[in-house]
């Protein structure tokens, strides 16, 4: 049973530039999550998706958007790269059929912005 | 606002030593809570949950944890630590989009 996985492992960018991480929820969970945790600091909630359709956000700009496809993989889009964009991306998949509280994360992409 | 709150930045015990890691939540109810466990480089590993009922919550690797509504606590222990139990330990509470503590780092001495 595979669990959730994302991708890169690690991105360097530059500023004002554009990324796109990646992220196949665990098998059969239909709702992704993804985070931002900056350096020494808990995950912070950037947004929700579930068919296909974002459903909660958090506290971020529009520069950050995100995607959902018919098979619940996601898409997280940064725009114009700021340095304190810098940080790990995690994902987590959950199963909102099932109640949806329990989430179950990725290994993280690592976004370096220069 | 609802949230979590860990007291402690770092933690060091010795190898065998027991351990206990603290959480504090602010809800108007009884949360979901979770602890996490983080490797360096790595995800977010799910130790235990608590969602009602039985307040003393058994998890993996042997931890396990107790839900105190009086104290609005939700602390984390283990027995016996293992040098391979370093890591960085997060609660977290919510339901569908958990509030993440800032973590406590864990340092076992040998």
């Known amino acids: 049973d595979a669990g959730v996985t994302q991708s890169p492992t690690h991105l360097i960018k530059t500023r004002g530039q554009q990324v796109t991480l990646r992220c196949s929820p665990k098998s059969g969970h239909d709702t992704v999550s993804w985070y931002q945790q900056a350096l020494g600091q808990g995950p912070q909630f950037i947004f929700q998706?579930?068919?296909?359709?974002?459903?909660q956000r958090g506290n971020f700009p529009d520069r950050f958007s995100g995607h959902q496809f018919p098979n619940y993989s996601s898409e997280l889009n940064v725009n114009a790269l700021l340095l304190g964009d810098s940080a790990l991306y995690l994902c987590?998949?959950?199963?909102?059929?099932?109640?949806?509280?329990?989430?179950?994360f990725g290994p993280g992409t690592r976004l370096l912005v220069l | 606002a609802q949230s979590v709150t860990q007291p402690d930045i770092h933690i060091t015990v010795s190898e065998g030593a027991s351990l206990e890691l603290r959480c504090n939540y602010s809800y108007g109810a009884t949360p979901y809570l979770f602890w996490y466990v983080q490797s360096p480089g790595q995800g977010l590993q799910l130790l235990l949950k608590y969602f009602s009922g039985d307040t003393l919550v058994q998890g993996i690797k042997g931890f396990e944890a107790e839900f105190k509504r009086s104290q609005s606590s939700f602390n984390l222990r283990k027995p016996s630590v293992h040098w391979s139990d370093a890591a960085e330990y997060f609660c977290?509470?919510?339901?569908?989009?958990?509030?993440f503590g800032r973590g406590t780092s864990l340092i076992v001495h040998p």
């Open positions: 998706y579930y068919e296909e359709e974002e459903r």
């Open positions: 987590a998949s959950s199963l909102r059929r099932m109640g949806g509280e329990t989430q179950y």
């Open positions: 977290a509470g919510g339901s569908y989009i958990p509030t």
